[in-house]
């Protein structure tokens, strides 16, 4: 009984000062910008990379931007890695309307990678890229969405894993998912194709460098801006 009410008196002191703490200083502000539980935007996106992956059964990140990195298969943890993939979308009738669906590259990746001297042989950075993105993390749901001037869609991503509290079997499962969105902010009808396009992200290329095939998923679709 005497623990008991310790750790009550404890947990409600801790409370207190987190409470005092956030009153005198306003916690919910931190640098450039972000607002605390808010999405993130701009240079907060660099160093993002949301998990996705059943528990203990290997892990691909969705990074701030909406790439794709650190593939951990095969029980092999590979922190670094950036496999070859990435989604599109090409709008019919728009001179710069072929764009991935990613927010720009952060800048320490031009200058932080191996081989990034001789032009990151191997890396996807020269694509065109939407102009602005927003993340913001609900786990197991990371959110990203994207703009474009170039463009009248807007796109949202949706990354998430199978989490349910008190199921760790399929809490466990080696699955994820990714869902994109998109919203025709123009008057008229957009016709447009999005693709996955993907090697074969289970082989080591390192071993393999010759081999640079990328196959890809495509599908036609139409959007009616919403009255």
């Not at 998109?182 to 074969?200: C, L, M």
Request: overall charge neutral; aromatic content about 10%.
């Amino acid at each position: 009984m005497k623990t008991s009410i310790s750790s009550s008196l404890a947990l409600s002191a801790l409370v207190f000062i987190m409470q005092l703490s956030c009153t005198n200083h306003d916690c919910r502000k931190t640098t450039e910008g972000h607002t605390f539980n808010g999405p993130y935007s701009g240079s907060n996106l660099d160093r993002i990379s949301f998990p996705i992956g059943g528990i203990g059964a290997g892990m691909i990140c969705l990074d701030g931007t909406g790439s794709v990195s650190h593939l951990s298969v095969k029980h092999n943890p590979v922190m670094y890695s950036e496999p070859v993939c990435f989604a599109a979308i090409s709008v019919k009738g728009y001179e710069n309307g072929a764009k991935v669906l990613e927010a720009r590259v952060p800048e320490w990746k031009y200058y932080a990678r191996p081989l990034t001297g001789t032009g990151s042989p191997g890396k996807l950075y020269g694509l065109p890229r939407f102009d602005s993105g927003t993340f913001q993390a609900r786990f197991p749901f990371g959110i990203i969405n994207l703009k474009d001037k170039d463009i009248p869609l807007s796109v949202e991503l949706t990354g998430w894993s199978p989490f349910i509290p008190g199921d760790e079997d399929n809490s466990s499962l080696p699955a994820g998912a990714f869902e994109y969105r998109f919203r025709n902010n123009s008057d008229k009808t957009a016709e447009a194709v999005f693709s996955w396009n993907s090697r074969n992200i289970m082989v080591d290329w390192a071993d393999r460098s010759g081999q640079q095939g990328v196959g890809s998923l495509c599908r036609k679709i139409a959007l009616i801006r919403e009255q």
